[in-house]
């Protein structure tokens, strides 16, 4: 196995709070890893081609012996190596899987992520990746993850003024994170932190999520939108028919929408597909107004000619959809004005809409909870509304002796 793809860069893609770059070591067999060597430096303290400290680095020498020792180390355990692996590298390297720091982890995770083409989630953990550096840069072990340094992170959270759904945000995506570094060996399930039935005085995020507050539209509102006349306003009809067509797939999320093809999501007079942000597959039966929908756009690759001109990029491609489904929202909002529509209408509406219906119809709950796809019942729970004061005082008239 060629050794020649190790060497010690600084690591100019991310600043540390004192300003200064970790010196980290570089492997690239199939795609770059970066570990950290507990070194930092500023570039006019580095030698970039020699990959070491230069004259200017206070204790040049001895750094620059230990900076040899590890890359000596680390060939000598990939030379040793029948097959290189990155996670068994690590474990031999650091010693101890909970010596690796978050950001090392995080690090890799994103890239692996993006090399899969799930942006969205790569987004998500690199905004965790951004505050964890705020609050403690770089220097956090999974360790250091502990009942106290939750609730001091989320402290820090709402200390920088977000509201309570921006720290569980963070909370849940760290949450994630970890039982994500646990599968790959980085920590123990013993250690877990967080709360569940074998640990109950784990940290919990619950009290930070509040009230979830869908906006279903009304029986009302839905019928006036239903009168739209997509001749009138040629202009708004295409983000009228991707919402219409979220509604009857079950509120499928604007993504999977625009990412549908003719030729692989409509099989057999069902909607097919698996869900962006879950994995999940979901078949649809095609409701006549889909079908009618699908025969409107016909002759192109995509159901919806939105993604005819996206770009090829992956992260570009994402940008691009996080876009086309702004546009959306605001000519559905237009749209609602227009018809004297009250609530505010997003891609979002169309699935609480759509669950708002079954539960106005009566559907059971755990069928509901199976046509959205959620592991969890509570999750389904949520789109409940919450009943007016008028409509719980009238329940009082059912009770009689």
């Not at 070194?39 to 030698?47: G, I, K, R, V």
């Not at 040629?234 to 797939?249: E, G, M, N, Q, R």
């Amino acid at each position: 196995m060629s050794l020649a793809n190790i060497c010690t860069v600084l690591y100019k893609n991310k600043p540390l709070s004192n300003g200064k770059y970790a010196v980290r070591l570089r492997l690239y067999f199939g795609k770059e890893h970066f570990i950290s060597l507990g070194e930092s430096a500023l570039p006019s303290e580095w030698n970039e081609k020699a990959g070491r400290f230069n004259s200017r680095a206070e204790n040049q020498e001895a750094r620059n012996v230990y900076l040899i020792k590890k890359e000596k180390e680390a060939r000598e355990i990939i030379a040793a190596m029948p097959v290189f692996s990155y996670e068994e590298f690590k474990k031999k390297f650091k010693g101890v899987s909970t010596s690796f720091t978050v950001s090392e982890f995080l690090d890799d995770f994103i890239s692996e992520l993006k090399q899969k083409g799930d942006i969205g989630n790569s987004n998500k953990y690199t905004q965790l990746n951004q505050m964890l550096d705020k609050f403690k840069s770089g220097s956090i072990t999974f360790a250091d993850i502990t009942y106290v340094f939750l609730t001091k992170f989320e402290a820090f959270v709402l200390g920088r003024g977000n509201a309570k759904i921006t720290a569980h945000f963070y909370m849940r995506t760290l949450r994630s994170m970890w039982n994500h570094a646990r599968k790959r060996g980085y920590v123990d399930l013993a250690s877990y932190p967080f709360k569940n039935t074998a640990n109950p005085d784990g940290y919990s995020f619950s009290h930070l999520k509040g009230g979830y507050n869908p906006k279903p539209l009304s029986a009302e509102s839905l019928q006036k939108l239903g009168s739209f006349d997509r001749d009138k306003y040629p202009h708004y009809a295409l983000s009228y028919d991707i919402w219409v067509f979220s509604l009857f797939t079950n509120g499928a999320n604007c993504i999977d929408v625009l990412l549908a093809r003719h030729d692989k999501n409509i099989v057999q007079g069902r909607f097919v597909y698996d869900r962006q942000k879950t994995k999940r597959r979901y078949s649809i039966k095609i409701h006549p107004v889909v079908a009618g929908i699908i025969q409107r756009y016909a002759g192109g690759t995509y159901i919806f000619p939105v993604m005819e001109s996206a770009p090829r990029d992956k992260e570009e491609q994402y940008k691009f959809i996080r876009l086309a489904e702004r546009q959306v929202n605001k000519d559905m909002n237009r749209i609602a004005k227009i018809l004297g529509i009250p609530e505010k209408i997003t891609t979002y509406t169309a699935r609480y809409t759509y669950t708002d219906i079954l539960i106005r119809q009566n559907a059971p709950l755990t069928a509901i909870q199976q046509k959205l796809g959620h592991e969890d019942i509570s999750t389904t729970q949520h789109y409940y509304q919450k009943h007016t004061q008028t409509e719980m005082d009238d329940l009082d008239e059912l009770i009689s002796m």
